[in-house]
């Protein structure tokens, strides 16, 4: 069965065949939604079809997804996704909450969320035979796709500012990729990449650019689908919990604005085929110094103005978001909004998880500072379930772990010593 039916723009909504193009809109630029047969889809499977599947990753889903898994068995593509989801009820107290979790995409095969766009994004490269898949990235959605490639044999190239993180940059390099540091920022990596794709014939990844990232993405909303039906289940069995007067509401940082983008396809996704009565809320979050979506949400437009980005959170410096329409779409058509958060409030957010056992980089750790701003400003009230993502492990940026805590004291080798210092 072929759900993959073509595209539509998200600006001017035409719709084009899968033969037509293979990026953004030709005529405006605007990002494409990829459109699938939902009715052939509905036609075929119930929920429990799917959910039954006995597969942990993100392939579980694959008669929601427009490419076929790639050949091979156990390999790190075939493990992206699935990722897991904890309760965080010490935070949650602090915080004046009663229902609060955190999924952990650091789990993800290389340590972030990216793993989900970059697995998709190689099946549709391996179905149209490319050879050579380019991205840019600040370094996780490179460090996924060397990761993702280097699972099946595929020829990867990453653009990265060469600022980026020395772990990231470890990562591509260990993953085999060829490795390109681009002495500029992220965005002129991103127009670099584009040009050098269309020059030489590489099929670009590039996040928001092609639109199988937002399909890769949208497959953490369909595992918080999962968790959300099973989980408000057991509430309305246990305590009678009244579901439609408790809607989830979900915290995601923002950078170029395709994770929030396709996170809101997947429930779109479901909500189309009459699987998910109701859309969640969803808040995006951004570095103050990043905050182009943001202004746009707030500005009540849904024009994008850059802005010169800066701060601690690499993954989301961005100056032009690239998926900027759709993610303010993401935060106003669900009732959501944008918040944004300094660079002082992400690395407390570092400390604050970490003090869970959960080790996030700073992009990461923004959607949970993000929490902590709307709890204060009254933005959710304390009985909204909040699902909180953290995006990327810590790992990726020691640097700014260390920023985060107090560093530990050095001290002779003796007991004396130690008496001392306790
Ligand atoms: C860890 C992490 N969090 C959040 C984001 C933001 O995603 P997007 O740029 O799609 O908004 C990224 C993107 O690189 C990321 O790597
Ligand atoms: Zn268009």
Same mark, same amino acid.
């Given at each position: 069965?072929?759900?993959?039916?073509?595209?539509?723009?998200?600006?001017?909504? !035409?719709?084009?065949?899968?033969?037509?193009?293979?990026?953004?809109?030709?005529?405006?630029? @605007?990002?494409?939604?990829?459109?699938?047969?939902?009715?052939?889809?509905?036609?075929?499977?119930?929920?429990?079809?799917?959910?039954?599947?006995?597969?942990?990753?993100?392939?579980?889903?694959?008669?929601?997804?427009?490419?076929?898994?790639?050949?091979?068995?156990?390999?790190?593509?075939?493990?992206?996704?699935?990722?897991?989801?904890?309760?965080?009820?010490?935070?949650?107290?602090?915080?004046?909450?009663?229902?609060?979790?955190?999924?952990?995409?650091?789990?993800?095969?290389?340590?972030?969320?990216?793993?989900?766009?970059?697995?998709?994004?190689?099946?549709?490269?391996?179905?149209?035979?490319?050879?050579?898949?380019?991205?840019?990235?600040?370094?996780?959605?490179?460090?996924?796709? =060397?990761?993702?490639?280097?699972?099946?044999?595929?020829?990867?190239?990453?653009? /990265?500012?060469?600022?980026?993180?020395? /772990?990231?940059?470890?990562?591509?390099?260990?993953?085999?990729?060829?490795?390109?540091?681009?002495?500029?920022?992220?965005?002129?990596?991103?127009?670099?990449?584009?040009?050098?794709?269309?020059?030489?014939?590489?099929?670009?990844?590039?996040?928001?650019?092609?639109?199988?990232? /937002?399909?890769?993405?949208?497959?953490?909303?369909?595992?918080?689908?999962?968790?959300?039906?099973?989980?408000?289940?057991?509430?309305?069995? !246990?305590?009678?919990?009244?579901?439609?007067?408790?809607?989830?509401?979900?915290?995601?940082?923002?950078?170029?604005?395709?994770?929030?983008?396709?996170?809101?396809?997947?429930?779109?996704?479901?909500?189309?085929?009459?699987?998910?009565?109701?859309?969640?809320?969803?808040?995006?979050?951004?570095?103050?110094?990043?905050?182009?979506?943001?202004?746009?949400?707030?500005?009540?437009?849904?024009?994008?103005?850059?802005?010169?980005?800066?701060?601690?959170?690499?993954?989301?410096?961005?100056?032009?978001?690239?998926?900027?329409?759709?993610?303010?779409?993401? /935060?106003?058509?669900?009732?959501?909004?944008?918040?944004?958060?300094?660079?002082?409030?992400?690395?407390?957010?570092?400390?604050?998880?970490?003090?869970?056992?959960?080790?996030?980089?700073?992009?990461?750790?923004?959607?949970?500072?993000?929490?902590?701003?709307?709890?204060?400003?009254?933005?959710?009230?304390?009985?909204?379930?909040?699902?909180?993502?953290?995006? @990327?492990?810590?790992?990726?940026?020691?640097?700014? =772990?260390?920023?985060?805590?107090?560093?530990?004291?050095?001290?002779?080798?003796?007991?004396?010593?130690?008496?001392?210092?306790?």
């Amino acid at each position: 069965m072929n759900k993959f039916v073509g595209y539509r723009c998200s600006l001017c909504g !035409e719709e084009y065949s899968p033969a037509d193009t293979t990026y953004t809109c030709p005529k405006d630029g @605007g990002n494409l939604d990829v459109v699938l047969d939902y009715d052939s889809i509905k036609s075929k499977y119930k929920p429990e079809d799917i959910l039954s599947r006995n597969d942990p990753s993100l392939w579980r889903f694959l008669p929601l997804l427009p490419v076929s898994e790639p050949e091979g068995e156990s390999t790190p593509l075939h493990a992206a996704g699935g990722t897991p989801i904890f309760n965080l009820s010490r935070l949650a107290e602090k915080l004046g909450l009663q229902y609060l979790w955190l999924k952990d995409e650091s789990r993800n095969p290389t340590a972030s969320f990216k793993d989900r766009a970059s697995a998709i994004v190689v099946a549709r490269a391996q179905e149209i035979g490319a050879e050579v898949v380019v991205t840019a990235s600040t370094g996780n959605a490179g460090a996924a796709l =060397a990761g993702m490639s280097a699972a099946v044999g595929q020829k990867a190239i990453i653009f /990265a500012p060469k600022s980026a993180p020395q /772990a990231k940059v470890a990562q591509l390099l260990v993953f085999g990729a060829k490795v390109i540091l681009v002495d500029g920022t992220y965005d002129e990596a991103f127009d670099l990449t584009v040009k050098a794709a269309d020059e030489f014939g590489w099929y670009c990844r590039n996040t928001g650019y092609n639109p199988f990232t /937002a399909e890769g993405k949208k497959t953490a909303a369909f595992e918080i689908w999962e968790w959300w039906e099973s989980t408000h289940q057991k509430w309305h069995e !246990e305590v009678g919990m009244d579901v439609d007067h408790a809607p989830l509401t979900v915290f995601v940082s923002v950078g170029d604005g395709n994770i929030i983008s396709g996170i809101y396809k997947g429930f779109r996704d479901l909500y189309q085929l009459g699987w998910l009565p109701r859309i969640p809320r969803i808040i995006g979050v951004q570095a103050e110094g990043s905050a182009a979506i943001s202004n746009a949400f707030h500005g009540e437009t849904e024009t994008i103005t850059p802005v010169s980005a800066k701060t601690i959170a690499d993954s989301i410096s961005v100056d032009l978001p690239r998926d900027g329409v759709r993610a303010v779409r993401a /935060a106003k058509e669900t009732g959501g909004t944008y918040v944004n958060v300094s660079d002082k409030e992400i690395l407390k957010a570092i400390a604050e998880l970490g003090k869970l056992g959960v080790f996030a980089e700073p992009a990461g750790a923004a959607a949970y500072a993000g929490l902590v701003k709307a709890a204060s400003s009254g933005l959710i009230g304390s009985e909204d379930p909040i699902l909180v993502l953290n995006t @990327g492990s810590g790992l990726k940026d020691v640097r700014a =772990a260390m920023r985060a805590v107090q560093s530990a004291p050095i001290i002779e080798p003796t007991l004396e010593a130690v008496k001392q210092l306790l």
